[in-house]
Every structure is written in C-alpha cells, then in structure tokens.
C-alpha cells in the first residue's frame, strides 16, 4: 500500500482536514492528491464516509472550500473524501488544450484509448484505490458505510458510480448532474476520446457510464436504490443541453420501481457553488439517513 504524505492541515466544523498525496497505481504512477475531513470522535468510533466528486476544471480542494459540507458532516458523524478530478502531469498530447478534456476533466471513468489509457483511469481510483488506501491507513474512515455526491461532471461519476455498484454504497445524489453524458456534448467529447467512437451507437460501452442508461437498466432489487438530484433552473450548463435532467427522470420511470429517485428543479438556482453550498446540508441529511440507518 503506497504511504499517505499530510501536506496541509487545517481544523474545521469540529474536526480536521487534512490533505494527503500519494502515487497512484490507477494513475500510472502520478501522485494523486485528496482531501479527507474526519469528524472528532471517528478515532474510538470510525465514521461512515461521503465522496464529493467535482466538476470540470476543479481540485480536491474546490468542493472542500467552497461547498459549505463540513457544518453538516459534523452534525451527522459523518467523514468526508475529496479526491481531484482527473491525473495531472500525465504528459497525455493535448491534455492542457481543453477545459473539457484532459486534466481537470476525467470523468470518473477509465480511459480505454491507448493515448489515455496509462493515467487516465479516475474510475479505479475512486472505487478501488481510494478505499483501500485510506482505509488501511488508520484515518477513522468506515468504508463499510459509503455513500457519494457530486457536481455536474462529478454528478455524472457519483451517480454512475453508484448505479455500477450499488451494494458498495448506501445512497448516491448529485448536484446539476451531467445525467446522460452519451447523449450530450460534453459527454459525448470526454467519451469519444477516453473510450473511442464517435457516437454511442458507434461504441455502446459509453452506456456502461451513462447514469440513465445503468439506471434505466438496474437489476438492484425495486425500491433499494435511494438517489436525491438537485438543478437549478437558472443552471447555464441546463440550458445550453448538458445536463438533461429528465433522461434520469424517464430512466426512473422505465424502471418502474417508485420512490427511488427525488428530482427537484430549484427555482433560479444557477450552476455554480453558491447552488451547491444552499443544498449541500440537504444532501449530508439525506446520506446520513442511509449511512446510519
Ligand atoms: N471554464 C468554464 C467553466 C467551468 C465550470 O463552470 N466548471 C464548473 C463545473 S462544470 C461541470 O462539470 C465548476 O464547478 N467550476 C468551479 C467553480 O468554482 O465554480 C467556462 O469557460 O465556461
């Protein structure tokens, strides 16, 4: 297990953020940063932990700063991980070109494509490595009580995340998540060049990370599934196709199975953290439900 090295501390909400860095098999090596918030008392009793998956163009640290997480976390005992959003340095042609592509813009999956393949494989860090990392360290972090959350492109790998394994976690919700990556052009740029293809019909392994699509074909037992997804209807991204919240919708319904998934369109609220900050307590509340049932 490769060590953990703290590179900054900080006291917060109650108990401490700390940010680690350590080099990453799923990244071909890189040194990977993450930002773990552990409530006090998670020494004597280890603490349920959530993920927050950023969005395009941020860090480990853009969600622990401005997310407005910690208040709440501390309320409910509840751990929270920040990892980065992508490989960086992976010296990958054209990886600083883009803010859609590249560093800053993994995706949550595992490239496929040669040219990527070697670095970008933010799919295995975030489900595999993470928790065997942090867990083996000591942190006070119980991996057996996770749930997961995220913004926009993070909102897509939080909710895929889950729906590709959801008897690893407790619950997934998102914040203006990217809902239907293999229909959108975001979706459609960062899948074309981490998997291939240029279209999902061209490559149909872009569905196996496509929150509808998985949702819409879930084999996890009717009304196991607990999903909260906030947008705002003011959100620039919404309005420019990139996020198409009702494919999820008509997913949940082509399920058939009530109840699992909680849609709200929040009256104004645009795409950025001041969104994400007025309903992250919201959402700590809704995870906490399931990690300490
Ligand atoms: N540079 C871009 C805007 C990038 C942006 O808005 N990123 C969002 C996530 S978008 C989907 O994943 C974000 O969270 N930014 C960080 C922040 O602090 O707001 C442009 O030119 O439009």
Not at 73 to 79: D, L, N, P, R
């Amino acid at each position: 297990m490769p060590a953990l090295t703290a590179t900054s501390s900080n006291r917060v909400a109650g108990g401490t953020l700390t940010k680690y860095t350590f080099p990453s098999a799923s990244l071909g090596g890189l040194t990977t940063a993450v930002n773990v918030y552990v409530p006090d008392g998670a020494a004597a009793a280890p603490a349920p932990v959530l993920f927050y998956l950023a969005g395009l163009t941020c860090t480990e640290d853009t969600g622990a700063q401005k997310a407005g997480l910690f208040n709440s976390a501390a309320q409910h005992g509840v751990a929270l991980v920040f990892p980065d959003t992508s490989p960086r340095g992976a010296g990958v042609d054209g990886e600083e070109a883009d803010w859609q592509l590249g560093t800053g813009a993994g995706f949550y999956i595992d490239a496929t494509e040669e040219k990527w393949s070697k670095s970008y494989n933010m799919y295995s860090l975030i489900t595999d490595e993470l928790p065997a990392v942090l867990g083996a360290a000591g942190l006070g972090l119980d991996f057996s009580r996770w749930s997961i959350t995220g913004h926009s492109m993070g909102g897509h790998g939080a909710l895929s995340i889950y729906l590709k394994n959801p008897s690893r976690f407790r619950s997934a919700s998102a914040f203006a998540p990217i809902a239907n990556p293999a229909a959108v052009p975001w979706g459609i740029g960062a899948f074309g060049a981490y998997l291939g293809g240029e279209s999902v019909s061209a490559n149909p392994t872009w569905l196996e990370h496509d929150s509808s699509a998985l949702l819409a074909g879930s084999k996890a037992a009717p009304g196991s599934l607990h999903i909260l997804v906030d947008v705002g209807t003011a959100d620039q991204f919404l309005a420019a196709g990139q996020l198409t919240p009702e494919a999820l919708e008509q997913a949940a319904e082509k399920r058939g199975a009530a109840g699992e998934l909680t849609l709200r369109r929040q009256e104004g609220y645009d795409h950025s953290y001041y969104f994400i900050s007025t309903f992250s307590p919201e959402h700590v509340a809704f995870h906490a439900k399931y990690l300490k049932a």
